[in-house]
């Protein structure tokens, strides 16, 4: 691997050609599966001051021995999945400090902003997490990751991961970033016991209109919130948007949709954006100042029927206590989505000028390892992309994810997450989706998708 810690690549990246050129390390707050947050920076090391002193282009060689990551992982199912895998990583390396450096605010809608500094000033962290895919793309065109090729992903490690993950992981040819995670973003999930209060069977609901008809039930037959749904943040709409879409046109229509092709699809992407506001009737009344892992305790609590998310929604359940999958709470399909496993995935990157290229090296390796995935995918809510992953810990409900994967007719990749689309595009449905939480208007919300596609 290539560690030549020059500042040839910060000179390249200068900061106009950076956000005018890349425009793409966006600040508008597009989330992943993560921590709640307030929409702060949540960051006391964002300026590179903490825990990092190779950020001057000097060797790598000298490495700091100190280990800084930043994440957006701060919710608490989350956070214990953290915690569990830098457990595993300081018992095969004890001698390695890592400097945690959190960036939530809203779901990890903060962590482009921290990292885009950095980058551009070259004095990177050690490692960061990201979605793989073509939110890789922004850092491979600038050359500001190196390619972990013979470093990381050995023979075995090739051999283990599923193709279409570890092909996402290389956007540009080389490999640069280590999957650890498949999350599914098409999944409702419910508080069985206001369903039952309703007389709402979610096995039943079978299309987005049909979802649209449950809610108006629910609030109907109960006091409790139909759809524990957050627009503090845009993300959580542009996902559900990507739902609705997909549940009533199909994954060929999405496919064309996220190729470019919007106008062909104009009736189609209207009546999604009709479905999704008139959803909005049955949003919590602070919707806009919730967060989504707040949104989902109220479907802990019992005061909430439904909630859209990806499953790392289920590691929160995971946390509650006395909150019993089937028992207590459960999941169908998104509506009209059934046989299709959406996916968002989470990777960590060795970024060049590299502060602890050793260390971060050690890190990545186990990253990519049965024993990390094992520890870390059970209480994060998500499933493994190695094959070799033993899946007797992971519980009933990972189990029947796993499942469902395997017998899927197909994953597309996720718009609200990274993989489906370049960061401009992303960066541009985001702001999109911010106007639409609080205009509804769906004529302005289908010419912004229309142009920024």
């Not at 307030?38 to 964002?46: A, C």
């Not at 508080?191 to 108006?216: C, F, H």
Request: include cysteine; glycine fraction near 12%.
């Amino acid at each position: 691997m290539s560690r030549d810690n020059s500042n040839d690549s910060k000179s390249r990246l200068t900061r106009r050609h950076y956000v005018a050129g890349a425009g793409t390390l966006a600040t508008v707050g597009i989330a992943g599966c993560s921590g709640g947050g307030d929409g702060s920076d949540g960051s006391d090391g964002g300026d590179g001051s903490d825990g990092s002193d190779g950020g001057d282009g000097s060797d790598g060689g000298d490495s700091s021995a100190e280990l800084e990551i930043v994440h957006w992982w701060t919710a608490g199912g989350e956070q214990d999945a953290y915690q569990a895998l830098l457990d595993g990583f300081r018992e095969e390396h004890p001698d390695v400090e890592i400097v945690d450096n959190p960036a939530p605010g809203g779901a990890g809608s903060a962590i482009d902003t921290v990292i885009q500094n950095r980058v551009i000033d070259g004095n990177p962290p050690s490692t960061f997490q990201i979605w793989p895919g073509q939110a890789l793309t922004p850092y491979t065109d600038e050359g500001l990751l190196e390619d972990i090729g013979e470093s990381v992903w050995d023979e075995e490690m090739r051999d283990a991961y599923l193709d279409g993950v570890r092909n996402l992981a290389q956007p540009a040819g080389n490999l640069v970033a280590v999957p650890i995670n498949i999350h599914r973003l098409n999944n409702l999930f419910y508080n069985v016991s206001v369903l039952e209060e309703a007389g709402v069977d979610a096995a039943d609901i079978d299309d987005p209109q049909g979802l649209l008809a449950a809610m108006e039930t629910v609030a109907t037959e109960t006091d409790a919130t139909p759809m524990a749904h957050q627009t503090q943040a845009p993300w959580s709409s542009l996902q559900m948007w990507e739902s609705i879409f997909i549940g009533q046109q199909g994954v060929d229509d999405y496919q064309t949709l996220i190729g470019g092709d919007v106008e062909s699809l104009e009736s189609e992407v209207r009546t999604s954006l009709e479905t999704l506001a008139a959803y909005a009737e049955y949003y919590p009344e602070d919707a806009g100042s919730i967060s989504w892992d707040q949104g989902n305790n109220q479907v802990i609590e019992g005061d909430a029927a439904f909630l859209h998310q990806g499953d790392w929604a289920a590691g929160q359940y995971g946390s509650a206590e006395g909150f019993e999958f089937e028992t207590d709470w459960d999941m169908v399909p998104f509506p009209g989505t059934s046989g299709v496993y959406q996916s968002v995935i989470d990777s960590f990157v060795f970024p060049t000028n590299n502060p602890s290229p050793d260390e971060t090296e050690k890190f990545l390796n186990y990253a990519g390892t049965v024993d990390a995935q094992e520890r870390f995918n059970p209480i994060k809510g998500s499933i493994p992309p190695r094959t070799d992953v033993p899946m007797d810990e992971f519980g009933d409900f990972l189990t029947r994810q796993f499942e469902d994967f395997q017998n899927s007719n197909t994953q597309p990749p996720a718009i609200a997450h990274g993989t489906a689309v370049a960061p401009a595009i992303q960066s541009a449905l985001s702001e999109v989706f911010a106007n639409f939480n609080g205009s509804l208007n769906v004529d302005a919300a289908y010419e912004g998708i229309r142009d920024a596609f």
